[in-house]
């Protein structure tokens, strides 16, 4: 028997399918896997920390196995992975070292801190070699947003963000970084299987009303 599955991307399209022109959204509550890091995302620290964000996050997703399946669950696709990105300076700074960043993957809502330690305790006897101490459970809530479909390899975004930049200036909108709410990308392509020029990364701003 089929099991219909939830796919979030397609469920909130608003959230993950804009379209090519900036749009403004309200982003709500969701919950997260997240794990901080800083430095250049090519460098070691980075692709650990999305390794453990989607060991962690399919270890959830096959948590209906044991006999002690979380109260609520349901079918889903895991969702895309994100990140918040931001610089140890004022403003960007192309130095890479100097990157600030939360690597993360949404969770439904019947994901708990109950339900995480006991997946870290499980993953962590079949990966004894990943340490997931720094990944946890959080609810990030972004509010008002401009975002859109960025199409095209990252080091194309500032063009978009122009053209979202734009967009607030037309519509009496400023943006309102702090330190929760920063620069964000849905990556919706997997750039290891994607050419550059095809890929798509939503990017999302948050913003409020002059």
């Not at 390794?51 to 196995?65: C, F, N, R, V």
């Not at 403003?91 to 070292?97: A, E, H, L, Q």
């Not at 309102?176 to 750039?191: A, G, M, T, V």
Request: net charge negative; proline share 8%; glycine share 6%.
């Amino acid at each position: 028997m089929m099991v219909d599955k939830l796919d979030f991307k397609k469920k909130y399209k608003d959230l993950y399918l804009p379209g090519t022109d900036p749009v403004l959204v309200e982003v709500p509550p969701m919950r997260f896997l997240m794990v901080d890091g800083k430095g250049d995302p090519d460098g070691e620290s980075y692709p650990l920390a999305v390794q453990k964000l989607y060991t962690l996050s399919y270890g959830i997703k096959m948590s209906k196995m044991g006999e002690d399946k979380p109260t609520g669950y349901f079918e889903y696709v895991v969702p895309p992975l994100e990140g918040l990105w931001d610089s140890e300076e004022v403003g960007f700074d192309p130095n890479r070292d100097k990157w600030v960043w939360t690597s993360m993957i949404r969770q439904p809502d019947f994901v708990t801190e109950e339900l995480l330690y006991r997946v870290k305790e499980r993953t962590a006897k079949k990966k004894p070699e990943l340490d997931l101490n720094d990944v946890r459970l959080a609810v990030f809530e972004e509010g008002l947003c401009v975002q859109m479909m960025h199409i095209g390899p990252f080091k194309t975004e500032p063009e978009s963000v122009a053209r979202m930049t734009s967009f607030l200036e037309a519509n009496g909108l400023t943006e309102n970084f702090n330190d929760l709410r920063k620069h964000h990308e849905i990556y919706l392509s997997d750039p290891r299987k994607t050419a550059p020029e095809k890929l798509k990364t939503v990017l999302r701003h948050p913003v409020k009303r002059l």
